[in-house]
């Protein structure tokens, strides 16, 4: 009986451990799920980011600007570009987006008075 017991857990187990390859499909899987929307966003932000890294401001307006408009009420999205016009020297629009960052999730005041 402990025999059959330790092939059948030993079965399970080999069964139950894929290849790295089955991983790497199941993670593919996952990042194929997102909207094509989010995969905008997302490409966005990462070229806002790069834009930023490069002191590319006007680059990364645009591609926060994009962003902006997949998802308007990102909270994220609303600092990221209150931080960029900060940077760009125009108070006014990042006070705006500042405070609607804020607006849309009021946890991200305390965050900043933390730092």
Do not use: W
Not at 33 to 46: D, E, G, I, M
């Amino acid at each position: 009986m402990k025999k059959l017991l330790y092939i059948a857990l030993l079965l399970f187990f080999l069964i139950g451990c894929g290849s790295k390859e089955d991983s790497m499909v199941l993670n593919l899987n996952i990042i194929n799920r997102r909207t094509p929307a989010q995969r905008a966003k997302s490409h966005c932000l990462k070229k806002a980011k790069e834009h930023i890294n490069n002191k590319e401001y006007k680059k990364a307006e645009k591609y926060l600007l994009k962003a902006i408009e997949v998802d308007k009420k990102d909270p994220i999205i609303c600092h990221k570009l209150g931080v960029l016009y900060e940077l760009m020297g125009e108070d006014d629009k990042s006070i705006a987006y500042y405070l609607k960052a804020i607006k849309l999730d009021p946890e991200l005041n305390k965050i900043e008075k933390e730092k």
